[in-house]
């Protein structure tokens, strides 16, 4: 499996972006997905995931400004960002797992659990 992010850039305060994570070598169908992020100096933080059954689960920082939405047919997973704050910069990974069972809630908390990676993209909010 592999997985290839894309999307990020610079972006205004309060402006919008969409992060874009295309999976080869694999269908998603079976798999739950996740973003998470890293700012310098700072832990990685879950950010969104999305189960199999298409249940998501955000971190307490979005605050619904984020979505995150999954297609399994073109294996692509979309990060969609809005009203970004200086904090939201980061890079950005998206990452995946295949999921023991349907139906099995997707976790921001362990990121160990997710097997499978992919490189970032760098998300800088700034005026």
């Known amino acids: 499996v592999q997985l290839q992010a894309s999307g990020g850039g610079l972006v205004q305060p309060g402006g919008r972006l969409r992060l874009s994570c295309a999976a080869s070598g694999v269908t998603l169908d079976d798999y739950a997905v996740g973003w998470f992020r890293q700012a310098p100096g700072k832990e990685r933080e879950g950010v969104a995931c999305l189960g199999n059954n298409m249940r998501a689960s955000y971190g307490e920082f979005v605050k619904d400004r984020f979505g995150i939405s999954r297609d399994n047919v073109r294996r692509t997973v979309h990060l969609h960002m809005s009203s970004l704050e200086p904090e939201d910069s980061a890079i950005y990974y998206c990452?995946?797992?295949?999921?023991?069972?349907?139906?099995?809630?997707?976790?921001?908390?362990?990121?160990?659990?997710?097997?499978?990676w992919g490189q970032g993209t760098q998300v800088t909010v700034s005026s």
């Open positions: 990452a995946a797992y295949r999921a023991r069972q349907w139906g099995d809630p997707c976790t921001i908390t362990r990121a160990e659990d997710y097997g499978y």
